[in-house]
């Protein structure tokens, strides 16, 4: 059995479904969810000075700005963003906060089997330290600990979840697979042929309100922040050990400076070689009726995603939207990350034509909502780190979409790197190696396209070709 998907052009009754949605993430968007825009921080105009300066107002950046603060309140810490915080991926992922810091137990186990029973733990160490955090800042982010449920698309896939339960039940997790009848109970799909259920180091967030209240509180913590303030350019400051921050109506000099802008622009080199933007896009429905609620079960309201290599990743908002994402990871010649790239008409009628496959006892349904943004894929599919300018400086990147928990746990690297701290979390090889980098183009672009078409073929005949075989023996990939 291949994966259910059709192969044949999407309908106009598809593309009608989504025509009238908004074209902004609708975590965002204060006329759909109660969500309050603050006014924006006024930019950096002149010179200015800092302790530590952090580069980047999405989840990485306001935890290491927090962490910052917890640490040494009088420790002076300036926050950039060159848009507002919350505007990148932090404000339009589908708001999975997982404890994984390696993108999934599996994928850990291959690339860290020396090191996964400390970065399991640590994991799910950090997910109860966000939670409580969240708890003790007074940031309400409408967390709920629904665990998680990957279904199978094809029962063929049943051995390997068995597996991947197996080994989630090693490393502390309570988690079982599903037979059909099963996982049909608790998501009401003919494409569900069965499923892994994981009850432990998985909730759900909204993520606009996670950034608005990590901003809120580290403002109230005595953090600067200015937005629409871009940085072009890092120069040391020579014999006085510190890092000018150039942007475009001013200059910033700072001690250390924490970079966390992930596909977003990179400011060192070494981290622009080892990773892509790869876009994601999502669509929003509208609030489910009460009997369309009904139809699809989900009682557990849990996050899902599919077993495939081009996956889907699907949940319920607290007033009861279906969030639809995930399949096309769109990588485009040259890494543009562009606020036009934001509305990729394709991969929504792609999305549309699949969610009435999945659900199609909700055909009618609208969506509200439609957009994009860039993630920050890397070879190793979890996030890495890099020191420059004489340690003075640290950068965090390559989340590869799973970073909505892990931003925490990389901002304190990052930081406890940046000041020189011996932790048992920078001992590791996690942190201390880096992944390969991408070739240069057309390379890269030319290699992303073959893997990308190979895991298509993959998902259609349930076999990995020679190509993916030889990029497995080698360490490397690419993730949907």
């Given at each position: 059995?291949?994966?259910?998907?059709?192969?044949?052009?999407?309908?106009?009754?598809?593309?009608?479904?989504?025509?009238?949605?908004?074209?902004?993430?609708?975590?965002?968007?204060?006329?759909?969810?109660?969500?309050?825009?603050?006014?924006?921080?006024?930019?950096?105009?002149?010179?200015?000075?800092?302790?530590?300066?952090?580069?980047?107002?999405?989840?990485?950046?306001?935890?290491?700005?927090?962490?910052?603060?917890?640490?040494?309140?009088?420790?002076?810490?300036?926050?950039?963003?060159?848009?507002?915080?919350?505007?990148?991926?932090?404000?339009?992922?589908?708001?999975?906060?997982?404890?994984?810091?390696?993108?999934?137990?599996?994928?850990?186990?291959?690339?860290?089997?020396?090191?996964?029973?400390?970065?399991?733990?640590?994991?799910?160490?950090?997910?109860?330290?966000?939670?409580?955090?969240?708890?003790?800042?007074?940031?309400?982010?409408?967390?709920?600990?629904?665990?998680?449920?990957?279904?199978?698309?094809?029962?063929?896939?049943?051995?390997?979840?068995?597996?991947?339960?197996?080994?989630?039940?090693?490393?502390?997790?309570?988690?079982?697979?599903?037979?059909?009848?099963?996982?049909?109970?608790?998501?009401?799909s003919p494409v569900v042929q069965?499923?892994?259920?994981?009850?432990?180091?998985?909730?759900?967030?909204?993520?606009?309100?996670?950034?608005?209240?990590?901003?809120?509180?580290?403002?109230?913590?005595?953090?600067?922040?200015?937005?629409?303030?871009?940085?072009?350019?890092?120069?040391?400051?020579?014999?006085?050990?510190?890092?000018a921050l150039v942007t475009p109506?001013?200059?910033?000099?700072?001690?250390?400076?924490?970079?966390?802008?992930?596909?977003?622009?990179?400011?060192?080199?070494?981290?622009?070689?080892?990773?892509?933007?790869?876009?994601d896009y999502v669509l929003m429905?509208?609030?489910?009726?009460?009997?369309?609620?009904?139809?699809?079960?989900?009682?557990?309201?849990?996050?899902?995603?599919?077993?495939?290599?081009?996956?889907?990743?699907?949940?319920?908002?607290?007033?009861?939207?279906?969030?639809?994402?995930?399949?096309?990871?769109?990588?485009?010649?040259?890494?543009?990350?562009?606020?036009?790239?934001?509305?990729?008409?394709?991969?929504?009628?792609?999305?549309?034509?699949?969610?009435?496959?999945?659900?199609?006892?909700?055909?009618?349904?609208?969506?509200?909502?439609?957009?994009?943004?860039?993630?920050?894929?890397?070879?190793?599919?979890?996030?890495?780190?890099?020191?420059?300018?004489?340690?003075?400086?640290?950068?965090?990147?390559?989340?590869?979409?799973?970073?909505?928990?892990?931003?925490?746990?990389?901002?304190?690297?990052?930081?406890?790197?940046?000041?020189?701290?011996?932790?048992?979390?920078?001992?590791?090889?996690?942190?201390?190696?880096?992944?390969?980098?991408?070739?240069?183009?057309?390379?890269?672009?030319?290699?992303?396209?073959?893997?990308?078409?190979?895991?298509?073929?993959?998902?259609?005949?349930?076999?990995?070709?020679?190509?993916?075989?030889?990029?497995?023996?080698?360490?490397?990939?690419?993730?949907?």
């Amino acid at each position: 059995m291949s994966v259910p998907w059709p192969r044949t052009p999407p309908t106009a009754a598809d593309r009608a479904s989504y025509a009238d949605a908004a074209v902004r993430p609708f975590w965002l968007d204060p006329d759909a969810t109660d969500v309050t825009l603050p006014d924006p921080a006024p930019p950096i105009v002149g010179t200015a000075e800092a302790d530590l300066c952090v580069v980047g107002g999405g989840f990485t950046g306001l935890w290491a700005a927090l962490h910052a603060k917890r640490e040494d309140p009088s420790r002076d810490v300036l926050l950039l963003e060159a848009q507002t915080c919350g505007f990148g991926a932090s404000g339009r992922n589908g708001g999975f906060c997982v404890a994984s810091l390696t993108h999934g137990i599996g994928n850990g186990h291959e690339r860290f089997p020396d090191e996964l029973a400390t970065l399991e733990r640590l994991g799910l160490q950090q997910h109860e330290a966000l939670i409580a955090d969240l708890e003790r800042h007074g940031v309400d982010a409408d967390l709920e600990r629904t665990g998680e449920l990957t279904i199978l698309l094809d029962p063929a896939h049943a051995p390997e979840a068995e597996e991947e339960a197996a080994l989630l039940r090693d490393h502390g997790h309570d988690a079982e697979v599903l037979d059909v009848a099963a996982a049909r109970r608790q998501l009401r799909s003919p494409v569900v042929q069965g499923a892994l259920a994981d009850r432990t180091g998985a909730a759900l967030v909204h993520p606009g309100k996670l950034a608005l209240g990590l901003r809120a509180a580290a403002l109230r913590a005595g953090v600067r922040i200015a937005e629409h303030t871009p940085v072009d350019a890092l120069e040391p400051e020579g014999s006085l050990g510190a890092v000018a921050l150039v942007t475009p109506r001013g200059r910033v000099r700072a001690r250390r400076v924490l970079l966390a802008t992930n596909a977003y622009g990179q400011l060192l080199p070494a981290v622009r070689r080892r990773i892509v933007p790869v876009y994601d896009y999502v669509l929003m429905t509208e609030p489910l009726r009460p009997e369309q609620r009904a139809a699809i079960g989900w009682e557990g309201r849990q996050g899902i995603g599919d077993w495939a290599n081009r996956f889907h990743y699907f949940r319920l908002t607290r007033d009861d939207r279906i969030l639809w994402g995930g399949y096309d990871a769109v990588h485009r010649f040259g890494n543009p990350v562009r606020p036009s790239l934001d509305d990729h008409d394709p991969t929504f009628a792609r999305l549309a034509q699949q969610f009435f496959v999945a659900f199609p006892q909700l055909r009618g349904l609208r969506f509200t909502h439609r957009w994009g943004g860039a993630i920050d894929t890397c070879s190793r599919f979890s996030a890495f780190f890099a020191l420059a300018h004489g340690g003075r400086v640290s950068a965090v990147a390559g989340y590869t979409g799973l970073g909505v928990g892990a931003s925490r746990f990389g901002a304190q690297v990052a930081l406890d790197l940046l000041d020189g701290r011996e932790t048992e979390a920078t001992a590791l090889r996690y942190v201390r190696e880096r992944p390969v980098p991408f070739p240069p183009e057309p390379l890269r672009w030319t290699g992303i396209a073959i893997t990308r078409n190979r895991l298509a073929a993959a998902d259609r005949t349930g076999r990995r070709g020679l190509w993916l075989r030889a990029l497995d023996r080698l360490g490397l990939g690419f993730d949907s």
